[in-house]
């Protein structure tokens, strides 16, 4: 059995890099494909359900959805599909198997545009794209190890651009999270004749959430981190152990979204009801946000921080290393390193002084960076989604 696809498209009608940029006036059917439901729920979901405002139709597509993620999608009129994963044990054909019944599902929907924000399936799903016969795609590539810092050792899913290479011959445009990414990948793309945009991982409604006061240092000084579902003993956690808190009023708050118990020094805290609500109170409550880890709901932290104004302590890693600028807005420490972390906390309470001055260069940060209205200018400029409204009118 051949694992090459079925070409069933005009070429004229998949030639959609002819369309990159252009405005559309006729309703645009996005599907929109996740490699982690926590991207959706958690980052990607007001993005939709913008789109969907402007009176297009959207389509997201995640593994692991739940009865009561699509019941959210479907509030703000998002529909939604949770992808079934490949059967085990017959990778090859299980893999055919399973990207045909993706084509099916974008063919059956209608969808004339798919972006694609899963490192791991570009190739995978722009293959389901073609036999669709879609006719825009847009990957999304993750942040890329590289530059001047050193490389990061959270996570091995990164692949090489070459990898992508036969992919992105069939993309319209390639989405990229960080200026660093676009100078990695600017001289490929080009040759590949591809045009890219600069997206950031996520944004913020900066009208909703408005810069905070720091809160009094009276009730001890507050660091807070984030945990998800499967990391019971995250760097934070084990620098909070090691870390002598005798005599410094400091205290360590961990919020996560399945309850826990709180552990020596350690508060637990649980996030209810909307996860970015609650967490947004829980960070303007703090004084120091720390990001141990890399993934959507830490993402959603260290962006949330940055939007209400909180300095913020990092770990070196690729996707978060243009959101800090080190001794201005925070700092970084190496991935994985509890005692690094623990010694920069110590660092931190000894100079509460600083904290003024970079709350507000962390709200400068995200006015910059992860302003809502100016993503979704890049987001729909790429795909040529107009406002629909504004055209009716």
Not at 159 to 181: E, G, Y
Request: glycine share 6%; proline share 7%; hydrophobic share 50%.
């Amino acid at each position: 059995m051949s694992d090459t696809p079925t070409k069933l498209a005009d070429p004229a009608r998949t030639s959609g890099r002819a369309h990159a940029g252009s405005r559309q006036t006729a309703v645009v059917r996005l599907a929109w494909l996740f490699g982690d439901r926590g991207d959706l729920m958690l980052l990607r979901r007001p993005l939709l359900a913008e789109a969907v405002r402007r009176r297009h139709r959207v389509l997201a597509l995640a593994p692991g959805l739940t009865p009561a993620d699509q019941a959210l999608l479907e509030q703000d009129g998002i529909e939604s599909r949770a992808l079934a994963p490949v059967e085990e044990g017959f990778a090859f054909f299980g893999a055919i198997v399973a990207r045909r019944r993706l084509a099916l599902t974008l063919l059956g929907w209608q969808a004339t545009a798919l972006i694609i924000e899963d490192g791991d399936q570009i190739a995978f799903a722009t293959r389901a794209a073609l036999q669709a016969c879609i006719p825009s795609i847009y990957p999304i590539l993750p942040s890329l190890e590289g530059g001047t810092r050193p490389k990061s050792h959270i996570s091995s899913r990164l692949r090489p651009a070459q990898s992508w290479r036969p992919a992105l011959r069939s993309a319209t445009a390639v989405f990229l999270p960080t200026p660093n990414d676009a100078r990695l990948l600017a001289e490929p793309l080009s040759k590949l004749a591809v045009p890219h945009h600069q997206m950031p991982l996520a944004c913020q409604d900066l009208d909703v959430v408005s810069a905070a006061p720091l809160p009094p240092l009276d009730g001890g000084f507050i660091f807070l981190a984030i945990g998800d579902a499967e990391s019971a003993d995250g760097t934070f956690a084990r620098a909070v152990t090691a870390f002598d808190a005798r005599g410094t009023r400091a205290r360590f708050q961990l919020a996560r979204v399945l309850p826990t118990a709180s552990t020596g020094a350690l508060e637990a805290l649980a996030l209810e009801g909307c996860v970015a609500t609650a967490l947004r109170a829980r960070v303007s409550s703090a004084h120091c946000i720390v990001i141990d880890d890399v993934g959507p709901a830490h993402t959603l932290l260290l962006v949330t921080a940055l939007a209400i104004g909180r300095p913020v302590l990092v770990v070196d890693h690729a996707a978060y290393r243009d959101l800090v600028d080190v001794g201005a807005n925070g700092w970084l420490v190496p991935a994985t390193d509890a005692t690094a972390l623990a010694t920069r906390m110590t660092a931190i309470l000894k100079r509460p002084d600083l904290l003024p001055g970079m709350a507000r260069a962390a709200r400068q940060k995200a006015e910059r960076r992860l302003d809502r209205r100016m993503v979704a200018r890049v987001l729909f400029g790429a795909l040529g989604m107009s406002d629909l409204r504004v055209v009716a009118a």
